[in-house]
Each structure stands twice: as structure tokens, then as C-alpha cells.
């Protein structure tokens, strides 16, 4: 079972409407990260938290620490916001900070 | 802000040629680290530095790899003898904490083995 698992693995949807990515994670955790992926490869970090929730712009990210569970929402969405949206944890294994990575989904938002 | 930067974007090489991927993490940040990418899988863990010697290292990092803080900036990751298999994006992060503070994250380099 991966550590990381995130849903839907691929979401195509119309402009202007709400997207919801999901998160959830089996490992204790200092904190997780929300990450863009464009199709040119580069990775952004979007967000991290380790509690409540956070906002920028029209992205917004929510964790529950009891159900370790995570979502990424996208307000309005845009055809700029197509890009694989990767969930991954920060957690202390064997004396070491590690990233642990999901699969990404895969957003297309259509005009 | 602050940038991680990865150098070459694209880095094209045959197979069983020595390849180094250059990486110039935030100045001030105190942790490093390479990741890999093959296309259409998910980001490998490879390898994190600390205090210039390797902190941990996945499966994936053999001895055909091997990393180095040559000059107190640039960060590079060296594959030796290169594969088809070693084909992947890499990308190069900092952060400047003990993991929870936030990494930034390379560009990346897209190496294709011929």
C-alpha cells in the first residue's frame, strides 16, 4: 500500500468550475506539501501545512490531522491551472526528514 | 525570491558516457537533496546532503552515483556509466530547516540516455 495516495488520478473538467484534489496519507507526518507539476516538467511547491487551512489566491489547501486527510481546491478554475498537482508528506523516518511522494493527478480544465 | 537553479534543462548523452547535473541551491539553505522522475511515474527519492556529506540515500542511489558540494554553491549529482533505464527528469531542492520549513525546488533537468 503506497503511503501517499491521491484522487483522482486524472480529472478533466470545465472552466470556471471548483476542483477538489485528495490527499490521504498512512504515515505520522511534520507536514504536508501541495506541488504543481507543468507539462514542462518543473515542480512549484504551492503549499505546506500542518493544520487548518490555507489560501492563495484561488487555490486553497485544508488538512485533518485525525483522518490525515489533505484537499486541494481550485476556485474558478482556468485552463493555465492544467498541470499534475502532486501530494507529498514530510515525515521522520530513520533519524531522517523525508519526502514522501503520491502519484500526482493529472487536472485538465478545458475552455 | 529565492531560486533553485538547475543547469542543464536538457541534457542529452550516449549510454555509458559520465553525465553531471548541476544544481545551485538557495544560499543560505542547509539541506539538499536529488530527486528523479522517469516519465509517467512518480518522484523518486535519491538522495539528501547535510553538512557537506550524504544524510540518506535511497535504493535507487548505488554506486553508480555520487554527489558532491564541490565549492561551497553549486550542488551536482554525478551518474556514472549511464543507462537507457537512468533516462528521467531530476530535480535538485534546498530546504533550510529539518524538513518541515519548505523545500524549493529545481527547474529540473530532463536527461535522455541514447
Known amino acids: 500500500k503506497n503511503e501517499v495516495e491521491q484522487s483522482p488520478q486524472n480529472l478533466t473538467a470545465q472552466e470556471g468550475e471548483f476542483i477538489t484534489i ?3 496519507y498512512s504515515v505520522g507526518i511534520s507536514a504536508l506539501h501541495w506541488l504543481q507539476q507543468h507539462p514542462g516538467g518543473g515542480i512549484v511547491s504551492l503549499f505546506m501545512l500542518s493544520s487548518g487551512k490555507k489560501k492563495h489566491g484561488r487555490l486553497i489547501a485544508t488538512i485533518n490531522i485525525q483522518e490525515k486527510h489533505s484537499s486541494l481546491h481550485i476556485t474558478a478554475s482556468h485552463p493555465r491551472d492544467s498541470a499534475v498537482y502532486i501530494c507529498a508528506v514530510t515525515s521522520y523516518m530513520d533519524s531522517n526528514y523525508q519526502l514522501i511522494w503520491g502519484a500526482g493527478t493529472k487536472l485538465i480544465i478545458k475552455p | 525570491e529565492p531560486e533553485v537553479t538547475q543547469t542543464p534543462s536538457h541534457q ?3 549510454m555509458g558516457q559520465e553525465v553531471i547535473l548541476r544544481c545551485v541551491p538557495i544560499s543560505n539553505h542547509l539541506y539538499f537533496y536529488w530527486y528523479r522522475q ?3 511515474q512518480k ?3 535519491l ?3 547535510y553538512n557537506n556529506e550524504i544524510s540518506e540515500k535511497s535504493e535507487i542511489f548505488d554506486d553508480q552515483f555520487s554527489v558532491e558540494r564541490p565549492d561551497g554553491s553549486n550542488f ?4 556514472r556509466s549511464t543507462k537507457l533505464e537512468d533516462s528521467a527528469m531530476y530535480f535538485c531542492a534546498s530546504d533550510g530547516g529539518q ?4 523545500y524549493t525546488f529545481g527547474s529540473g533537468t530532463r536527461l535522455t540516455v541514447v
Open chain 1, 22 to 24: 485528495n490527499c490521504s
Open chain 2, 12 to 14: 542529452v548523452t550516449q
Open chain 2, 38 to 40: 522517469i516519465l509517467g
Open chain 2, 43 to 45: 518522484v523518486e527519492f
Open chain 2, 47 to 49: 538522495v539528501s546532503f
Open chain 2, 76 to 79: 551536482t549529482l554525478k551518474i
Open chain 2, 99 to 102: 524538513g518541515p520549513y519548505g
